[in-house]
């Protein structure tokens, strides 16, 4: 009699535990990419998307990169994910590493399920764009050009009136370190907000070296366009391109910003200039 009272126990006990099964594990996808407004703080999107039928917590993200230092880490979390959705959360990005392989990034995502305990989530995320890759050569042809000659925007705009229009003056100041190499100052470009007064591609062509004295650069500029939202729109009006030859990179790209005031005397200037 015991013994079928045991046999009765352990079935009802399994019945129980087999309606207790662990939630299936999510489906998180993760892509990494930079949208615009992301140029000007150097930061990338963490895209997550929930391709299960619960809905998730994301309480942490992270990626890492062999071309960058450490992890970078995205922000605006906890976040309730809901099943079949994507949403975007920025990050801002790790230095370079300039001597980094070119490998694959990982993402890992810390998640907890409805009705289920924490867990973590690691896959390698798509890159679009190649968003990691185009940061990491712009990143490391500015050091590479930045090690043999500094680039520094002067504090103030200078302005000049030619044929009754006034332009905007940027001096820029390169500056040899004393290292060993060359490098060369191709062209500057012009922005979303501004163009050289030379048309959309102000050539340059001067080489430093060590031996180079500093040399102070007039970059003149006319807006690039007028209208309603031209200022208020603009994210990436006053970083200044640059094209250079600095040591690996034949063609080296890169973005100098200026400060915030002479960013807002940009911005004043075309106000001005706009509303003539």
Same mark, same amino acid.
């Given at each position: 009699?015991?013994? $079928?009272?045991?046999?009765?126990?352990?079935?009802?006990?399994?019945?129980?535990?087999?309606?207790? %099964?662990?939630?299936?594990?999510?489906?998180?996808?993760?892509?990494?990419?930079?949208?615009?407004? #992301?140029?000007? !703080? $150097? +930061?990338?999107?963490?895209?997550?998307?929930?391709?299960?039928?619960?809905?998730?917590?994301?309480?942490?993200?992270?990626?890492? %990169?062999?071309?960058?230092?450490?992890?970078?880490? *995205?922000?605006?979390?906890?976040?309730?994910?809901?099943?079949? !959705?994507?949403?975007?959360?920025?990050?801002?990005?790790? @230095? *370079?590493?300039?001597?980094?392989?070119?490998?694959?990034?990982?993402?890992? /995502?810390?998640?907890?399920?409805?009705?289920?305990? @924490?867990?973590?989530?690691?896959?390698?995320?798509?890159?679009?764009?190649?968003?990691?890759?185009?940061?990491?050569?712009?990143?490391?042809?500015?050091?590479?050009?930045?090690?043999?000659? +500094?680039?520094?925007?002067?504090?103030?705009?200078?302005?000049?009136?030619?044929?009754?229009?006034?332009?905007?003056?940027? #001096?820029?100041?390169?500056?040899?370190?004393?290292?060993?190499?060359?490098?060369?100052?191709? %062209?500057?470009?012009?922005?979303?907000?501004?163009?050289?007064?030379?048309?959309?591609?102000?050539?340059?062509?001067?080489?430093?070296?060590?031996? +180079?004295?500093?040399?102070?650069?007039?970059?003149?500029?006319?807006?690039? $366009?007028?209208?309603?939202?031209?200022?208020?729109?603009?994210?990436?009006?006053?970083? /200044?391109?640059?094209? =250079?030859?600095?040591?690996?990179?034949?063609? =080296?790209?890169?973005?100098?910003?200026? %400060?915030?005031?002479?960013? =807002?005397?940009?911005? #004043?200037?075309?106000?001005?200039?706009?509303?003539?």
């Amino acid at each position: 009699m015991a013994a $079928r009272a045991a046999i009765v126990f352990a079935a009802a006990l399994l019945l129980l535990l087999s309606g207790c %099964s662990a939630a299936p594990a999510p489906k998180l996808s993760v892509a990494l990419f930079q949208n615009r407004a #992301d140029y000007a !703080t $150097r +930061s990338l999107q963490v895209e997550i998307t929930n391709r299960g039928d619960a809905d998730v917590v994301i309480t942490a993200a992270t990626f890492t %990169s062999a071309f960058f230092e450490g992890s970078g880490t *995205a922000r605006h979390l906890p976040y309730t994910l809901v099943a079949g !959705t994507t949403t975007d959360f920025p990050a801002t990005v790790p @230095p *370079a590493v300039c001597e980094g392989p070119d490998t694959k990034p990982t993402a890992t /995502i810390h998640v907890t399920p409805k009705g289920s305990a @924490p867990l973590v989530v690691t896959s390698t995320p798509k890159v679009p764009f190649n968003s990691l890759g185009a940061l990491h050569a712009q990143d490391c042809g500015q050091q590479a050009f930045e090690k043999v000659a +500094s680039i520094t925007p002067a504090p103030h705009l200078r302005f000049e009136t030619r044929d009754g229009t006034e332009l905007a003056l940027l #001096d820029v100041t390169i500056t040899p370190t004393g290292a060993a190499g060359t490098v060369t100052l191709v %062209s500057t470009t012009g922005t979303t907000l501004l163009i050289p007064t030379e048309g959309e591609v102000r050539a340059l062509g001067i080489t430093f070296s060590a031996a +180079s004295a500093p040399t102070v650069l007039t970059l003149d500029f006319v807006p690039s $366009r007028c209208g309603t939202h031209v200022i208020s729109e603009d994210k990436i009006g006053t970083l /200044i391109p640059f094209h =250079a030859v600095a040591g690996d990179f034949e063609d =080296a790209y890169f973005r100098v910003a200026v %400060s915030p005031v002479v960013k =807002a005397e940009f911005y #004043d200037w075309v106000g001005r200039y706009c509303g003539q």
